[in-house]
Each structure stands twice: as structure tokens, then as C-alpha cells.
């Protein structure tokens, strides 16, 4: 358990701490916080949402990590994450359910792949992801991965405008096949976007791209949760040094 704790900005009473999530009780409450903002901003089709969970196979194979406010002791963040060993097991890494991953077994080194990732709508500052992030760079250092992958959503509740606008951007600045490509299983309907339209990027994939992180390719309409799913490539020795101060011990 990382001992970091981090006082949220304009909010001095809140103390918020990473943590691993083991046990069952533990996960249970990563699958409740994934339910309830799932459920709430993309009106989800989620597999448990009858015992108000978002639970899938690949659970019981994760790493699970969250973020805990510890004057309520609520769950406050949580993301999950399956390294190459475990998706070994599995059969495949989750991303394989929506992308083809063209390269995959040519990438030198150990990958680690986040997912699921989500937090509290009260709580979506730059100091929460500041925390989770530390407890990623722990696991990242422990298992000296080379790689972390995974998808940023964009929704797609107005029919793609959002999605087509900020891919637009993307790639012309973030976009790289090189090492990785990844080819949408399901791709977005093609749409006409004026050049000037400006879609602000969802916080998690403006964090990921800060970080470093490539796109590698077109994203995956996701049809349960309503998103454009893009998939991300971060290669741990081109980490952003303005930014690596979040990931401390694994640089």
C-alpha cells in the first residue's frame, strides 16, 4: 500500500490515500464506484448491475487499485490492472475484445494494462489521479513492466461529433503505429466534422496523453457503454519528464 496521501486542492478537510484493493469485499466496492459512474454518465449495459456491480471475468485476474477519502472512508477512485502473465491465463488482454492488436507480440519487455478505470464525480481533480497515479507507479516498478496499455473513452451520446473532433487532434499530434496497431473491431460511423469544431478531451485521456501515451490507431465504437474507446500505448522509457514526478519510483 503506498502510504502517499495527498490534501485535495481548495478542499484542506479532505485526506485521500492510495491503496491496493484485496479481498473480495475490497473489489466489491471497485465494482460498486464502476457502477454507479458507468450507470450514471453513459447509461451502461453492465454485466451485475441487477446487485448494482460492474463485474466481468477479468476481475478475479486484476491488480486493483483505488483511491480512499479517509475522513469518510469512501472509495473515491479505482482502476484495475492485468499484466501479460495473467492475460496469459485469460486467454487475451481486455482490449482484445475490441481492438486487433497488430504487434502485440513483438513489444520487448513486460506489459501492464489498466482499465476500468473511474472516479467520483466529487472528487475529479488533478490531485486525485495524482494519487491513484502514485499507486500505478508502484505496480509499474514492482513488476519492472516496459509497457502500459490500455483504452480512454470519449462519449458518444451526440452520435460521434465529440469523438470525430477530438480524434482530429489526436492525430495529428498523439498518433504512432510503430511499436503497436490497433484496429477497431467495431469502427465509428464516418462522419463530416467541421475543421473549427472544438470537443473538449475527457480528463483521463487528456492525463494519458500528458503522460506520453501514443494512440495507435482508430477507436472502437463501444455500443454498451455509448463511448468511442481509443487505445493508448505508453512506453515506460519515453515517459514525459515533466510529468514523471507521478510516477516517482517507477522511472
Not at 203 to 214: D, N, T, V
Amino acid at each position: 500500500m503506498s502510504q502517499i496521501a495527498l490534501t485535495a486542492a481548495r478542499r484542506p478537510e479532505r485526506q485521500l490515500r492510495a491503496e491496493r484493493l484485496i479481498g473480495p469485499a475490497a473489489v466489491e466496492q471497485a465494482q460498486a464506484l464502476r457502477f454507479r459512474v458507468f450507470s450514471a454518465e453513459f447509461n451502461a449495459r453492465l454485466k451485475g448491475a441487477e446487485r448494482g456491480l460492474d463485474e466481468d471475468d477479468f476481475d478475479a485476474w486484476c491488480t486493483h487499485i483505488g483511491v480512499r477519502d479517509l475522513a469518510s472512508g469512501e472509495l473515491v477512485a479505482t482502476t484495475r490492472l492485468l499484466d501479460h502473465r495473467a492475460a496469459q491465463h485469460v486467454g487475451r488482454f481486455y482490449s482484445e475484445e475490441e481492438f486487433n492488436l497488430h504487434g502485440l507480440g513483438h513489444l520487448q519487455g513486460p506489459i501492464l494494462e489498466i482499465g476500468r478505470t473511474c472516479v467520483d464525480p466529487a472528487y475529479r481533480s488533478g490531485g486525485t489521479i495524482a494519487v491513484l497515479w502514485s499507486e500505478l507507479a508502484e505496480v509499474l516498478n514492482e513488476g519492472s513492466y516496459s509497457y502500459l496499455m490500455g483504452c480512454a473513452s470519449i462519449p458518444m451520446q451526440d452520435g460521434g461529433l465529440q469523438a470525430e473532433a477530438i480524434m482530429q487532434r489526436l492525430r495529428e499530434r498523439h498518433l504512432c503505429t510503430e511499436n503497436l496497431r490497433a484496429e477497431p473491431r467495431t469502427p465509428l460511423p464516418n462522419l463530416d466534422v467541421p475543421a473549427n469544431l472544438i470537443a473538449e478531451m475527457p480528463p483521463l485521456l487528456k492525463a494519458y496523453m500528458r503522460l506520453g501515451a501514443k494512440i495507435c490507431g482508430e477507436p472502437c465504437w463501444d455500443q454498451d457503454f455509448q463511448v468511442a474507446d481509443v487505445f493508448i500505448l505508453l512506453k515506460r522509457d519515453e515517459l514525459c519528464p515533466r510529468y514523471a514526478r507521478h510516477f516517482k519510483a517507477a522511472v
